[in-house]
């Protein structure tokens, strides 16, 4: 439970500190909700974002993130491409598995194309992963993977569907445990 708290904490200096603009996200499915806070340096399609994000599942798993990342036009101007690069800080405890605590530096990457046929629509995707060299306490590494499919519902609001894989290797027996693993829907909440 320590972890979480500090992330707890992470998380209000980090809406404290909000510059420019931000997002609301939340997503959820019958077993696990995420509540995510993002900022930005500036409004323009290259800028350094931030996120602060809490999780929780059915199996009374805590997982927060505290990340940044660099986004922007791939190419040239006016490409229906964004992408982002940057890295996230990954704690994870529980209070239903023996005092499971780790935490993770996990490095990663994100997509997001906007057709240009399909109005206010959009693909994305993400990954992270954490090898054992960056993995600390009850994992050796982590990885998590998303994708979304997202309709702009007004301009300031998104709602989206989307696939979750969040997966660790135990330290304790070496093997693969899925903390989530399934569709979600969610909603993302734009604020200047």
Same mark, same amino acid.
């Given at each position: 439970?320590? #972890?979480?708290?500090?992330?707890? *904490?992470?998380?209000?200096?980090?809406?404290? #500190?909000? #510059?420019?603009? *931000?997002?609301?996200?939340?997503?959820?499915? @019958?077993?696990?909700?995420?509540?995510?806070?993002?900022?930005?340096?500036?409004?323009?399609?290259?800028?350094?974002?931030?996120?602060?994000?809490?999780?929780? @599942?059915?199996?009374?798993?805590?997982?927060? #993130?505290?990340g940044v990342r660099v986004v922007g036009e791939t190419g040239r101007q006016g490409n229906p !491409?964004?992408?982002g690069v940057g890295g996230k800080l990954i704690g994870i405890t529980s209070s239903g598995d023996?005092?499971?605590?780790?935490?993770?530096? *996990?490095? *990663?990457?994100?997509?997001?194309?906007?057709?240009?046929? !399909? @109005?206010?629509?959009?693909?994305?995707?993400?990954?992270?992963?954490?090898?054992? !060299?960056?993995?600390?306490?009850?994992? @050796?590494?982590?990885?998590?993977?998303?994708?979304?499919?997202?309709?702009?519902?007004l301009p300031q609001a998104f709602a989206y569907i989307g696939y979750r894989l969040l997966k660790?290797?135990?330290?304790?027996?070496?093997?693969?445990?899925?903390?989530?693993?399934?569709?979600?829907?969610?909603?993302?909440?734009?604020?200047?």
């Amino acid at each position: 439970m320590k #972890t979480l708290k500090a992330f707890a *904490g992470s998380m209000l200096l980090a809406a404290s #500190t909000a #510059t420019a603009a *931000g997002a609301l996200d939340v997503n959820l499915n @019958n077993d696990s909700v995420r509540l995510a806070l993002s900022w930005m340096t500036s409004p323009s399609p290259n800028s350094l974002e931030g996120e602060a994000a809490l999780y929780y @599942n059915t199996d009374d798993y805590y997982v927060g #993130t505290l990340g940044v990342r660099v986004v922007g036009e791939t190419g040239r101007q006016g490409n229906p !491409i964004e992408a982002g690069v940057g890295g996230k800080l990954i704690g994870i405890t529980s209070s239903g598995d023996d005092d499971f605590d780790a935490m993770a530096l *996990g490095l *990663g990457f994100g997509l997001r194309y906007y057709p240009a046929s !399909i @109005n206010r629509l959009a693909f994305g995707g993400q990954a992270h992963y954490a090898p054992d !060299i960056v993995s600390f306490g009850d994992v @050796n590494n982590l990885f998590e993977g998303v994708l979304t499919v997202e309709y702009q519902v007004l301009p300031q609001a998104f709602a989206y569907i989307g696939y979750r894989l969040l997966k660790i290797e135990r330290e304790d027996n070496k093997k693969t445990q899925n903390l989530d693993e399934g569709a979600h829907v969610g909603m993302r909440i734009l604020f200047q």
